[in-house]
C-alpha cells in the first residue's frame, strides 16, 4: 500500500540579512525559483523585460532559505519518505530542526526518510541553499581553474550551465525548489525503480523489465508485470529487492516517428504489496550505424531497421525560469516542431535533462530526441564530488527516461571534446582532468548498464575514434560554426559532412517579442536594451557582414529587423538544402536552435515569445518530404529532387528561366521518376543556366518553390514592388491576397505588428508578375476591425525585399 501527497503550499523564502534587498518570508512557489518569486513580490524587474537583468547578478551570490509547515496524521506505515524530484542546488535540507540530506546536483531526484522525525499535526520543513557562485568558487579554487567558454564557474556545479547565461540566455543563476516535492508512504513494500528495456525479437516485442523494491517485514512479495494484457508474475521472498521479469507481447504494432507512419504506446503496469509503477511504453528499434566505410564514417540513425534522415532542431530550455515551463507550453512548442516537419529534437547539453512532459509529448507526437548528458564548452573536473554525482545523476535519469521510445540515443557531452582539441584547453589544463573519463569511459559504461538499449556517442560533434579531430567531417557528427563566426552562408557548400548536429545563422525576434522586451526611444538595432538582449560574440556586426553581403542598404529598424531575419531563414534554408541533397552521404541536419529561453536576438527559429520568426517558415519549406533545390557544381547548376516519402514520386517538374523584370525567358519541363527515399541530380544544360542578372523558379504545384538567383538582392536590378491586395474576411480571421506586378522577393506579412496573437500561415514567397499568393492571418482582433485590416496591407506589414 502505498500513499502520496505534495507539499507545494504554504512556502516562504527568507534571503541573507546583508543582501542589497530585504526579503524576508515572502511567499515562494514551489515547483519554483527565487528569481520569480522576488518578481511576483514586487521586488525586483521582470528580468526578461530591458536590462532588469543586470540588477540580479546578486542573487545567485546569496543563500536563500525556503520553508513551510503541514500537518501530518500518523498512519501505520512501514516507510516514509520525503522525495524532491528537483533541488536547485546546493541544499540542506532539515525536518523540524533535524538535517535530513545535504544535496549538490540540480539533476537528480532525492529521497530522505523522515519516518522518525515526523509529528503528528504541524511539522516544519525548511531547505535551505547555499549561493551557487559561492559552492562553485569554492570548487573550483579547491580544484583548479578548468577553461570555460564562458566566464562563470558553470563547470564546478551540477547545475544547468546555462543558468549562468549563454550566448542566447540571461544569466539568472539562483535557487529554489525547481521540480515537485511530495511525501510518499508506503507499507510492506515500495516499487523504488522500474526500468524497461524494450526490443522486437522477431516480431515479438519484449519487455525486459529491472525491478527494485524497498521492503519491510518477513513476507514474500508478489510482483506482478502487465502489459497489452500479458501478465508474469514473480515472487520474491524475504530480503530479496531485485527481479527481472521478461513480458512478450505478439506481434506488437509499433512506435513509429510520424514521418515514418502510425504509432501505437503500450501501458506498462507493475504491482507489488499494493504499489503501482505505470508508464507508457512503445516498440521500436534504433541502432546508430557509424561502421567505417570508403570515405570515412557515417551517423546513420536506422529506427525500426529503416536510416532516417535526420530533420533536426536543437532544443535548449523553453524558459530562463525553468519552472515556468508547463507542460501546455511544451506542447505548443513540440507541435509547432512537427508541423515544420521537424523529425528529431536534440537536447542540448547546457541545459536538462527533460521532463516527463517533454518525453512523453515526444512519444505521442512521434518525435525522435537525442539526449545529451550535461556538460557544455567547458573543462570539467572529474575529482570528487563531481565523479560520484555525474554517477548518481546519470544513473538516475537512464532510468527515469529509459521508459520513452521517443528517446533514441545519448551523447556525452556538447564541444567539449572539441575545445580540448580546438581551443587553446591543454595549455591551461596541464596535467588537470577535464572530463574524458566521463565521456569516454564513464557515460558509456552506465548506458550499456543502466539502459542497455540506446546507442551512445562520446560528445557532440565525435569522429569515432579519439585519434581523429572531433569535428572531421568524413566522420560522425560535426558542428559547423564556420559560416556564422567567420564566413558568408554560402560556404556551407565548403563543408561535406556526414551528419551536422549543429550550424545556425542569428536573427533578432519578432516585432512583438521586441517590442515586449525593450522599451528603447529612440528603437534601433544598436538602441542600449536591443544590446543588451544580444549576446552572442560580436553578435551585431556578424549579422551586418551578412547584410552587407546579400541585401540592399538599411534604411531604418523595421528594414534591419526584416532583412536580418530574411538573412538568417536564407543562411539556414541554403545549409539544409545543401545538406540534404548530399543525401545518403550525409544523413542529417540539426539547426541550432529551435527555441528560445526569453526574448532575444538569437539562431533560434521560435522566439521566446512563442511566435514564428520567418526561419520557421523556411525549415516546414526545406524539411518538406519533397523538395528541390538548385546546386551548383564547378561553373555548372544541378536540379537535385529529393523524395524523402514512401513512394516513388513521378511528375513533371517545371521551372521557369527569368529576367530581372520577372518576365519568364525561358522554360523547361523535367519528366521525374524518384524511387522512395531517394535523390536524383539533374545537370542543367547550359542553355538553361541564367545569366548574369537572371533566375531559375520552380512552379509551385505539389511542393515549395525552389529558386536559383545570379546576383545578390543588393546587386540585381529589381523593379520595386508593385502589387495589389484584397482581404476578404474568414473564420476567425482573414485572407489577404496579393497579386504580384513585379517580382516581389521573399514576400512575408508580419501579422504580430497589427494584433500580437496574430497567427500567419506563409511566409518568404517569391513571386512574379501575374502570380498571386493568399495569407491566411487567424486573429480575432484582426477579424473584427476594418482599420487593422487595411493595416495588414501596408508597410511595414506587408513587406517584400525589393518594396
Ligand atoms: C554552439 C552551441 C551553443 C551555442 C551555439 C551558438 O556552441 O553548442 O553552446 O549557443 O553554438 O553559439
Same mark, same amino acid.
Given at each position: 500500500m502505498s500513499a502520496k501527497r505534495t507539499l507545494h503550499e504554504g512556502w516562504t523564502v527568507t534571503g541573507d540579512p546583508e543582501a542589497p534587498v530585504a526579503v524576508d518570508a515572502i511567499p515562494a512557489a514551489v515547483p519554483g525559483e527565487v528569481v520569480a518569486d522576488l518578481l511576483a513580490a514586487g521586488l525586483v524587474g521582470d528580468p526578461y523585460v530591458d536590462e532588469a537583468e543586470r540588477d540580479l547578478a546578486w542573487v545567485g551570490r546569496n543563500d536563500w532559505t525556503y520553508r513551510?509547515?503541514?500537518?501530518?496524521?500518523?498512519?501505520?506505515?512501514?516507510?516514509?519518505?520525503?522525495?524532491?524530484?528537483?533541488?536547485?542546488? /546546493?541544499a540542506r535540507v532539515s525536518l523540524n530542526g533535524?538535517?535530513?540530506?545535504?544535496?549538490?546536483?540540480?539533476?537528480? $531526484?532525492? $529521497?530522505?526518510?523522515?519516518?522518525?522525525?515526523?509529528?503528528?499535526?504541524?511539522?516544519?520543513?525548511?531547505?535551505?541553499?547555499?549561493?551557487?557562485?559561492?559552492?562553485?568558487?569554492? +570548487?573550483?579554487?579547491?580544484?583548479?581553474?578548468?577553461?570555460?567558454?564562458?566566464?562563470?564557474?558553470?563547470?564546478? @556545479?551540477?547545475?544547468?550551465?546555462?543558468?549562468?547565461?549563454?550566448?542566447?540566455?540571461?544569466?539568472?543563476?539562483?535557487?529554489?525548489? &525547481?521540480?515537485?516535492v511530495r511525501l510518499e508512504c508506503w507499507k510492506t513494500a515500495r516499487i523504488a525503480e522500474v526500468v524497461p528495456r524494450v526490443s522486437l525479437e522477431d516480431g515479438i516485442g519484449v519487455v525486459d523489465l529491472a525491478v527494485s523494491l524497498a521492503t519491510a517485514g518477513d513476507a514474500d512479495i508478489e510482483v506482478v508485470c502487465e502489459v497489452a494484457g500479458v501478465t508474469e508474475t514473480v515472487r520474491l521472498a524475504a530480503g530479496v529487492a531485485t527481479a527481472n521479469v521478461r513480458v512478450a507481447v505478439p506481434d506488437p504494432e509499433l512506435w513509429r516517428p510520424h514521418d515514418r507512419?502510425?504509432?501505437?504506446?503500450?501501458?506498462?503496469?507493475?504491482?507489488?504489496?499494493?504499489?503501482?509503477?505505470?508508464?507508457? @511504453?512503445?516498440?521500436?528499434?534504433?541502432?546508430?550505424?557509424?561502421?567505417?566505410?570508403?570515405?570515412?564514417?557515417?551517423?546513420?540513425?536506422?529506427?525500426?531497421?529503416?536510416? /532516417?534522415? @535526420?530533420?533536426?532542431?536543437?532544443?535548449i530550455p523553453d524558459e530562463a525560469l525553468f519552472s515556468r515551463v508547463d507542460p501546455a507550453r511544451v506542447e505548443r512548442r513540440l507541435r509547432q516542431a512537427v508541423a515544420a516537419g521537424i523529425n528529431y529534437i536534440r537536447v542540448w547539453g547546457g541545459g536538462v535533462y527533460e521532463s516527463e512532459?517533454?518525453?512523453? @509529448?515526444?512519444?505521442?507526437?512521434?518525435?525522435?530526441?537525442? +539526449?545529451?548528458?550535461?556538460?557544455?564548452?567547458?573543462?570539467?573536473?572529474?575529482?570528487?564530488?563531481?565523479?560520484?554525482?555525474?554517477?548518481?545523476?546519470?544513473?538516475?535519469?537512464?532510468? $527515469?527516461?529509459?521508459?520513452?521510445p521517443s528517446l533514441v540515443t545519448w551523447t556525452g557531452n556538447n564541444e567539449n571534446l572539441w575545445g580540448w582539441h580546438d581551443w587553446d584547453w591543454q595549455g591551461d589544463l596541464g596535467e588537470r582532468t577535464w572530463g574524458a573519463g566521463y565521456y569516454h569511459d564513464l557515460l558509456p559504461k552506465l548506458v550499456a548498464e543502466v539502459d542497455g538499449t540506446r546507442p551512445y556517442w562520446p560528445g557532440?560533434?565525435?569522429?569515432?575514434?579519439?585519434?581523429?579531430?572531433?569535428?572531421? +567531417?568524413?566522420?560522425?557528427?560535426?558542428?559547423? &560554426?564556420?559560416?556564422?563566426?567567420?564566413?558568408?552562408?554560402a560556404h556551407y557548400r565548403d563543408w561535406k559532412p556526414r551528419f551536422v548536429a549543429e550550424f545556425g545563422y542569428q536573427a533578432p525576434p519578432t516585432w512583438a517579442t521586441v517590442r515586449r522586451m525593450v522599451s528603447d526611444e529612440p528603437l534601433e538595432a544598436a538602441s542600449p536594451a536591443m544590446l543588451w538582449h544580444q549576446k552572442a560574440a560580436n553578435g551585431q556586426d556578424k549579422l551586418q557582414r551578412g547584410l552587407d553581403a546579400h541585401l540592399p542598404p538599411v534604411r531604418d529598424f523595421d528594414d534591419w529587423l526584416y532583412f536580418t531575419q530574411v538573412n538568417q531563414a536564407r543562411a539556414v534554408r541554403l545549409g539544409v538544402e545543401y545538406f540534404r541533397s548530399l543525401q545518403p552521404y550525409c544523413s542529417g541536419a540539426i539547426v541550432w536552435q529551435l527555441n528560445d529561453c526569453w526574448p532575444v536576438t538569437s539562431w533560434a527559429a521560435i522566439d521566446g515569445e512563442e511566435r514564428l520568426k520567418p526561419l520557421w517558415y523556411a525549415l516546414r519549406d526545406v524539411f518538406a518530404e519533397r523538395m528541390v533545390t538548385f546546386q551548383p557544381d564547378g561553373d555548372g547548376l544541378n536540379m537535385v529532387v529529393v523524395n524523402d516519402s514512401a513512394e516513388a514520386w513521378t511528375g513533371v517538374i517545371g521551372f521557369w528561366k527569368c529576367n530581372a523584370e520577372g518576365r519568364i525567358i525561358g522554360r523547361a519541363l523535367v519528366q521525374m521518376e524518384i524511387d522512395p527515399r531517394d535523390t536524383a541530380v539533374l545537370e542543367l544544360e547550359p542553355g538553361a543556366i541564367p545569366k548574369d542578372g537572371e533566375f531559375l523558379l520552380t512552379g509551385r504545384e505539389d511542393f515549395p518553390r525552389a529558386t536559383w538567383f545570379t546576383k545578390e538582392d543588393k546587386d540585381m536590378d529589381w523593379p520595386t514592388a508593385r502589387f495589389t491586395t484584397e482581404v476578404a474576411a474568414v473564420e476567425g480571421g482573414v485572407q489577404v491576397t496579393v497579386h504580384a506586378e513585379s517580382v516581389l522577393r521573399d514576400l512575408c506579412l508580419f501579422a504580430d505588428r497589427v494584433d500580437p496573437d496574430a497567427l500567419v500561415d506563409k511566409a518568404l514567397v517569391t513571386? /512574379?508578375?501575374?502570380? +498571386? /499568393?493568399?495569407?491566411?492571418?487567424r486573429s480575432e482582433a484582426i477579424a473584427a476591425s476594418a482599420e487593422l485590416q487595411r493595416a495588414l496591407t501596408a508597410k511595414p506589414v506587408l513587406r517584400a525585399v525589393n518594396d
Open positions: 513551510t509547515a503541514f500537518d501530518y496524521e500518523t498512519g501505520d506505515w512501514d516507510g516514509i519518505d520525503l522525495v524532491f524530484d528537483g533541488l536547485d542546488t /546546493v533535524t538535517v535530513v540530506g545535504e544535496t549538490a546536483n540540480m539533476h537528480r $531526484r532525492y $529521497r530522505f526518510d523522515v519516518r522518525s522525525l515526523l509529528r503528528e499535526g504541524p511539522n516544519e520543513l525548511e531547505v535551505h541553499f547555499t549561493a551557487p557562485y559561492a559552492y562553485a568558487e569554492a +570548487q573550483r579554487d579547491r580544484l583548479g581553474n578548468r577553461p570555460n567558454a564562458y566566464p562563470e564557474p558553470g563547470n564546478f @556545479i551540477r547545475k544547468a550551465a546555462c543558468n549562468f547565461g549563454w550566448d542566447w540566455g540571461p544569466n539568472l543563476a539562483g535557487a529554489g525548489i &525547481w521540480r515537485p507512419g502510425e504509432r501505437k504506446l503500450y501501458g506498462v503496469k507493475v504491482t507489488a504489496a499494493g504499489d503501482t509503477w505505470e508508464h507508457r @511504453i512503445g516498440f521500436r528499434t534504433v541502432e546508430l550505424d557509424t561502421e567505417p566505410d570508403d570515405d570515412g564514417r557515417p551517423y546513420d540513425l536506422k529506427v525500426n531497421g529503416e536510416t /532516417v534522415w @535526420i530533420k533536426g532542431v536543437n532544443w512532459d517533454f518525453y512523453r @509529448i515526444c512519444d505521442e507526437l512521434g518525435l525522435l530526441v537525442g +539526449q545529451d548528458f550535461l556538460f557544455a564548452c567547458a573543462a570539467y573536473p572529474e575529482e570528487e564530488p563531481f565523479w560520484s554525482e555525474v554517477e548518481a545523476e546519470a544513473r538516475d535519469n537512464l532510468a $527515469r527516461l529509459a521508459p520513452h557532440s560533434p565525435y569522429s569515432g575514434v579519439r585519434e581523429l579531430h572531433p569535428n572531421e +567531417q568524413a566522420h560522425g557528427s560535426v558542428h559547423i &560554426w564556420d559560416v556564422w563566426n567567420d564566413r558568408d552562408y513571386l /512574379v508578375p501575374g502570380e +498571386q /499568393v493568399t495569407f491566411t492571418v
